[in-house]
C-alpha cells in the first residue's frame, strides 16, 4: 500500500494538531483568567464591540445558540456579561460587558504572546501563519 495517503501529509492533520497543541497551551493561561477557550472567544468578540446580539456573537464565532447560549449564561455568571433585550426588537438579545469584564480585557492581553513564545515563533511568523489560516478558511468557506 505504498500509494496510500499518508497522515504526515494531510493538511487536515496538521490543522487538527496544531489547533490541540494551541488549545493545550492556552489552557493554563486562561485558568488564570477563569476562562474556558470558548468564553475567551466570546469575550475577544466583545472587547472588540459591543453591545454584540447573540445573533451576531454566534455568527462571528460559529456556534449555534445552544452552544452560545450556555456559555453566555456562564459568563453572566461569572459577572463578566449581562444580557439585555433590544429595545428596538424584542426578539434580540444584546450582550454587553460588565466592568469585571472590561477589566479582563488587560489581563487577557499578554495570552497571544504566551502562544507565540510556545510555539518559538516571531510576531512576523505568527502574523504570516494567521494570514495563510485566514486565507485557507475563506477558500474553503467560499468551496461549500
Not at 104 to 131: F, I, K, N
Request: charged share 25%; aromatic share 4%.
Amino acid at each position: 500500500m505504498s500509494d496510500a495517503p499518508r497522515l504526515r501529509h494531510q493538511v487536515c492533520f496538521a490543522l487538527y494538531s496544531a489547533s490541540k497543541a494551541a488549545t493545550a497551551v492556552y489552557r493554563p493561561v486562561l485558568d488564570e483568567l477563569g476562562l474556558t477557550y470558548p468564553q475567551y472567544l466570546v469575550m475577544l468578540v466583545l472587547w472588540e464591540q459591543e453591545p454584540r446580539s447573540v445573533r451576531d456573537l454566534g455568527a462571528e464565532l460559529g456556534l449555534d445558540s445552544g452552544t452560545l447560549s450556555p456559555l453566555l449564561k456562564r459568563l453572566e455568571t461569572l459577572g463578566l456579561v449581562e444580557r439585555h433585550r433590544s429595545a428596538e426588537d424584542e426578539r434580540r438579545v444584546d450582550i454587553v460587558l460588565t466592568e469585571a469584564g472590561r477589566r479582563l480585557s488587560t489581563r487577557a492581553q499578554a495570552v497571544p504572546q504566551r502562544l507565540a513564545e510556545a510555539a518559538g515563533l516571531s510576531v512576523d511568523e505568527m502574523e504570516q501563519l494567521h494570514a495563510t489560516l485566514g486565507k485557507l478558511t475563506a477558500a474553503l468557506h467560499h468551496s461549500l
